[in-house]
């Protein structure tokens, strides 16, 4: 399970595909010629695929994912994640991003286009590199629904 990545604020397309593209594809390489039988979820997000840079950036490493020999390889690509209980970020923004968002998560029942857990997605995650998806990227709806 790869869910390593960092912001695309302020990082011009080289720079967000050295740490995203070139690192994610360097482990998953290495990896696989460590345990060819390796199975691989790459935690992705949504909108990927899109315009914006950092979509099609993501887009790449899910192509190049998907190209390589893995036992089982997967992405899913979640929107609003609700953390789990008692968890607390590390940055300041995102904290404040959550005293003034949690309302937003109440609509989670009602979009599950939009919004998934931290439990639902860890479940869905385990379940890519099982083998127990039925397709390649898992959208937050698919997350929910396998996550469950």
């Given at each position: 399970?790869?869910?390593?990545?960092?912001?695309?604020?302020?990082?011009?397309?080289?720079?967000?595909?050295?740490?995203?593209?070139?690192l994610t594809l360097l482990w998953a390489r290495a990896l696989l010629?460590?345990?060819?039988?390796?199975?691989?979820?790459?935690?992705?997000?949504?909108?990927?695929?899109?315009?914006?840079?950092?979509?099609?950036?993501?887009?790449?490493?899910?192509?190049?994912?998907?190209?390589?020999?893995?036992?089982?390889?997967?992405?899913?690509?979640?929107?609003?994640?609700?953390?789990?209980?008692?968890?607390?970020?590390?940055?300041?923004?995102?904290?404040?991003?959550?005293?003034?968002?949690?309302?937003?998560?109440?609509?989670?029942?009602?979009?599950?286009?939009?919004?998934?857990?931290?439990?639902?997605?860890?479940?869905?995650?385990?379940?890519?590199?099982?083998?127990?998806?039925?397709?390649?990227?898992?959208?937050?709806?698919?997350?929910?629904?396998?996550?469950?």
């Amino acid at each position: 399970i790869w869910a390593i990545s960092v912001s695309s604020m302020a990082l011009d397309e080289a720079a967000y595909a050295r740490r995203t593209v070139e690192l994610t594809l360097l482990w998953a390489r290495a990896l696989l010629r460590l345990n060819p039988g390796l199975s691989f979820c790459y935690c992705s997000g949504a909108g990927a695929g899109g315009s914006a840079m950092w979509a099609r950036v993501r887009q790449r490493v899910e192509g190049e994912l998907r190209e390589m020999p893995f036992g089982h390889v997967g992405v899913v690509r979640p929107a609003f994640i609700r953390p789990a209980p008692g968890t607390r970020s590390r940055t300041w923004q995102t904290r404040v991003a959550m005293i003034v968002g949690w309302p937003l998560f109440l609509l989670g029942p009602l979009l599950p286009s939009a919004f998934t857990t931290a439990e639902r997605l860890g479940r869905a995650m385990l379940r890519v590199v099982k083998g127990q998806a039925e397709r390649y990227i898992l959208e937050s709806v698919d997350i929910n629904r396998i996550g469950a």
